[in-house]
């Protein structure tokens, strides 16, 4: 890891106070096509995907299921990607795909690296990212890919009425956003590989109403990848981010609710280069979903759940989710009733399943966590299996 050091030494995660670029001309600029019952169309039903994964879940209050990934009719990331969103009233027994998102058919513009989530209001929340076609964001005219919204006021309806999609700023968003003890909204949003001070935190103070970037920091573009990170309020109240780069987890402290960033840092937590899960539970404690043990380095395999209760200082025994090769970029949410829903996908090109399962904290620290692990086996239900 010296060469992290060395390329960190130097750099200071600075902070960035101007407002969001308004939206311009360029085709990605504008609003994609929303797309209700899309099984009735081939091009979106499931047996035409030969590309499934990255998927995100939110929780009505009252249980019903929200899924969200992003799908394709070739293997690739490329030009036919669109955002599906489908849901479940009867926790996760059967799903049903009520709207993709799709900005033009067959390109050159795509949808990727979708978001869902639910506010401290209720509102769901449904986020994506809009480019031009490309693995890798490709800045055209100026602009580069950012993040588009749409909501809708009630998450316990199948078709709960969408608004209009509107663009929020530049980047990409595919983790959960946090709320701040000051009522903040922080977003974890990355340009990628094409800015400096690459891993942003776009803010808003007004419940969505309009969102500006805060603070930033700088990856330093040997090790910097997709970025992919998350932020954590401690108890403390300052910022703990974790970042994903080449060589596993970084890590950046802010002490001025985000406005300037420690230098990245490594994490104690080993990790290959893919994105994973941090939240707050509501004991208060820290959920963590990773591969592998906390201190282990592994593929993308042994997808597993571990606690914190100092804070990310330390961290529990493991309660293995999924041990497979080819699971990756769990999401997920904690319900009322103390219920932790995740999701991941499974082998994005060829099985190209969606998965959900559940458990709890207890599950996590219990003395029978081995048991346990045929609980979370039981609860695993498929949302979408593409190519059959």
Same mark, same amino acid.
């Given at each position: 890891?010296? /060469?992290?050091?060395?390329?960190?030494?130097?750099?200071?995660?600075?902070?960035? +106070? =101007? =407002?969001?670029?308004?939206?311009?001309?360029?085709?990605?600029?504008?609003?994609?096509?929303?797309?209700?019952?899309?099984?009735?169309?081939?091009?979106?039903?499931?047996?035409?995907?030969?590309? *499934?994964?990255?998927?995100?879940?939110?929780?009505?209050?009252?249980?019903?299921?929200?899924? *969200?990934?992003?799908?394709? #009719?070739?293997?690739?990331?490329? /030009?036919?990607?669109?955002?599906?969103?489908?849901?479940?009233?009867?926790?996760?027994?059967?799903?049903?795909?009520? @709207?993709?998102?799709?900005?033009?058919?067959?390109?050159?513009?795509?949808?990727?690296?979708?978001? #869902? !989530?639910?506010?401290?209001?209720?509102?769901?929340?449904?986020?994506?990212?809009?480019?031009?076609?490309?693995?890798?964001?490709?800045?055209?005219?100026?602009? #580069?890919?950012?993040?588009?919204?749409?909501?809708?006021?009630?998450?316990?309806?199948?078709?709960?009425?969408?608004?209009?999609?509107?663009?929020?700023?530049?980047?990409?968003?595919?983790?959960?956003? *946090?709320?701040?003890?000051?009522?903040? !909204?922080?977003?974890?949003?990355?340009?990628?590989?094409?800015?400096?001070?690459?891993?942003?935190?776009?803010?808003?103070?007004?419940?969505?109403?309009?969102?500006?970037?805060?603070?930033?920091? =700088?990856?330093?573009?040997?090790?910097?990848?997709?970025?992919?990170?998350?932020?954590?309020?401690?108890?403390?109240?300052?910022?703990?981010?974790?970042?994903?780069?080449?060589?596993? @987890?970084?890590?950046?402290?802010?002490?001025?609710?985000?406005?300037?960033?420690?230098?990245?840092?490594?994490?104690?937590?080993?990790?290959?280069?893919?994105?994973?899960?941090?939240?707050?539970?509501?004991?208060?404690?820290?959920?963590?979903?990773? /591969?592998?043990?906390?201190?282990?380095? *592994?593929?993308?395999? /042994?997808?597993?759940?571990?606690?914190?209760?100092?804070?990310?200082?330390? !961290?529990?025994?493991?309660?293995?989710?999924?041990?497979?090769?080819?699971?990756?970029?769990?999401?997920?949410?904690?319900?009322?009733?103390?219920?932790?829903?995740?999701?991941?996908?499974?082998?994005?090109?060829?099985?190209?399943?969606?998965?959900?399962?559940?458990?709890?904290?207890?599950? @996590? @620290?219990?003395?029978? +966590?081995?048991?346990?692990?045929?609980?979370?086996?039981?609860?695993?239900?498929?949302?979408?299996?593409?190519?059959?």
């Amino acid at each position: 890891m010296k /060469h992290f050091f060395s390329s960190v030494a130097m750099l200071v995660c600075m902070a960035v +106070s =101007h =407002h969001v670029p308004a939206q311009d001309k360029p085709e990605f600029l504008n609003p994609p096509r929303l797309i209700e019952n899309p099984e009735n169309y081939y091009k979106y039903s499931a047996d035409s995907r030969k590309f *499934t994964g990255i998927s995100s879940m939110a929780v009505s209050p009252n249980g019903r299921l929200w899924v *969200t990934w992003y799908a394709g #009719i070739t293997p690739g990331e490329d /030009h036919n990607n669109y955002v599906t969103v489908a849901t479940s009233g009867d926790n996760g027994i059967t799903w049903e795909e009520v @709207i993709v998102i799709d900005p033009d058919g067959k390109g050159p513009v795509r949808t990727f690296d979708p978001e #869902i !989530w639910i506010d401290p209001n209720g509102k769901l929340w449904v986020f994506w990212a809009q480019g031009i076609s490309g693995k890798i964001q490709v800045a055209r005219d100026g602009h #580069i890919a950012g993040v588009w919204a749409i909501t809708a006021g009630n998450a316990e309806e199948r078709n709960p009425g969408w608004s209009s999609p509107r663009r929020i700023t530049d980047g990409v968003l595919m983790c959960k956003p *946090t709320v701040l003890s000051n009522g903040d !909204w922080a977003f974890p949003v990355s340009t990628w590989f094409l800015t400096d001070n690459s891993a942003r935190m776009v803010v808003s103070t007004d419940q969505g109403q309009s969102f500006s970037i805060r603070g930033a920091c =700088h990856v330093p573009a040997d090790i910097r990848t997709f970025d992919e990170h998350m932020i954590v309020e401690r108890k403390d109240q300052s910022l703990w981010m974790l970042v994903r780069t080449k060589t596993g @987890i970084g890590e950046s402290i802010s002490k001025d609710a985000g406005r300037t960033w420690s230098p990245l840092s490594p994490s104690k937590i080993e990790h290959p280069s893919a994105r994973f899960f941090i939240r707050r539970l509501g004991s208060g404690n820290l959920l963590l979903v990773k /591969h592998g043990p906390v201190s282990v380095k *592994t593929e993308r395999s /042994h997808l597993m759940a571990f606690v914190s209760k100092d804070d990310g200082k330390s !961290w529990s025994k493991g309660l293995l989710l999924d041990e497979r090769s080819g699971v990756s970029y769990p999401d997920g949410q904690q319900t009322k009733d103390g219920t932790i829903y995740i999701t991941y996908d499974y082998s994005r090109t060829r099985e190209q399943t969606i998965f959900v399962t559940s458990f709890t904290e207890d599950d @996590i @620290i219990s003395e029978r +966590s081995d048991e346990k692990i045929l609980t979370v086996y039981r609860n695993r239900k498929p949302v979408s299996q593409g190519g059959r």
